[in-house]
C-alpha cells in the first residue's frame, strides 16, 4: 500500500498526489561543493506550493501508533527511520510545531512560519515499539546542536520530538533523561519535547527523495557533514 495512503488517509494523500510531483532536479540542499549554511529552496515549478501542504490528521489508523519526529533535514531522517525494517508502516515527511497553516516548503525555508522540518512515522507497535523509535531518533540527530542541524542552520532545523500522548510523553522525557545522565554527550541536550500539533505533509518531490534522487541525496548527506557528526557522538552505534 502507498506509504501516503496510510500516513495520511487516502483523503489527504490523494490531495496531496493531485498537486503534482515536479520533474525539477530539485537541487536545493547542496553538496560538497558548496557546503551551505542552510538549504535553498528547490528548483521546481513556481506554482508548486500554492496549494499549500495537506494537513495529516493526528489519528492513527487502526491498530497502528503514530511518531512525530524532528531531526534537521527530513530527507535523512525519512530514510533512516524507514531502515527500522520490521514494524515501520510509513514514514511521511512534513512540517510540523509552526504557526502558518498549510506551510509550504518556501515558507517554512524562510523560517518565519515556526515549523521545523519533521516526519511522520506509522508504526505497528507490536512489533516495534516507541522506546526503540526513541533510540532511533538520538542516534540519527545532534541533540546539543541549538541552530540547527549539521550544516543546516535555523531553527526550521531545529530537533524535536512531539508526543501524541501522555505515555509517550512520559517515555520521551525518561529517555532525555537516561541520555544526560550517560554523559556520552559533549554538551546538554537542547531537542525540545512538545505536544504534537498540526503535522502537514511536504510536497510529493520530497517524499523518499534518498530513494529518488539518490546521487544528489548522498552528495547533499555527505557534503553537510551528518555522518561525520554522528560518528563523533556515537561512534559505532551512530545512525546512517
Excluded at 16 to 38: E, F, H, I, R, V
Excluded at 177 to 197: F, G, M, Q, W, Y
Aim: one cysteine or more; charged letters at 20%; a negative charge.
Amino acid at each position: 500500500m502507498n506509504k501516503l495512503i496510510v500516513g495520511l488517509g487516502a483523503a489527504f494523500a490523494f490531495s496531496l498526489l493531485a498537486c503534482g510531483n515536479s520533474a525539477a532536479d530539485p537541487a536545493a540542499k547542496g553538496g560538497p561543493a558548496s557546503t551551505p549554511t542552510t538549504q535553498p529552496a528547490p528548483q521546481k515549478m513556481a506554482d508548486e506550493d500554492h496549494e499549500g501542504s495537506p494537513e495529516v490528521p493526528n489519528v492513527a489508523p487502526e491498530g497502528l501508533a503514530i511518531a512525530t519526529f524532528a531531526g534537521g533535514c527530513f530527507w535523512c531522517m525519512e530514510g533512516s527511520f524507514e531502515h527500522l525494517g520490521d514494524g515501520i508502516v510509513a514514514v511521511v515527511s512534513g512540517y510540523t510545531a509552526g504557526h502558518v497553516p498549510h506551510a509550504t516548503y518556501h515558507q517554512v525555508g524562510s523560517g518565519t512560519t515556526g515549523h521545523a522540518e519533521a516526519i511522520r512515522v506509522v508504526y505497528d507497535p507490536k512489533k516495534i515499539s516507541y522506546p526503540k523509535l526513541l533510540d532511533a531518533f538520538w542516534h540519527n540527530v545532534d541533540p546539543t546542536q541549538a541552530d540547527g542541524q549539521f550544516c543546516d542552520h535555523g531553527s526550521q532545523y531545529r530537533t524535536g520530538i512531539y508526543v501524541h500522548d501522555a505515555e509517550q510523553r512520559t517515555q520521551a522525557e525518561a529517555s532525555k533523561v537516561a541520555l544526560e545522565a550517560s554523559r556520552k554527550l559533549p554538551a546538554r541536550i537542547v531537542t525540545e519535547i512538545a505536544d504534537a500539533t498540526a503535522f502537514y505533509a511536504a510536497e510529493p518531490y520530497h517524499q523518499d527523495f534518498y530513494k529518488t534522487n539518490a546521487s544528489h541525496y548522498q552528495r547533499y548527506r555527505s557534503g553537510c557533514g551528518r555522518d561525520a557528526r554522528l560518528e563523533s557522538l556515537w561512534g559505532e552505534s551512530a545512525g546512517h
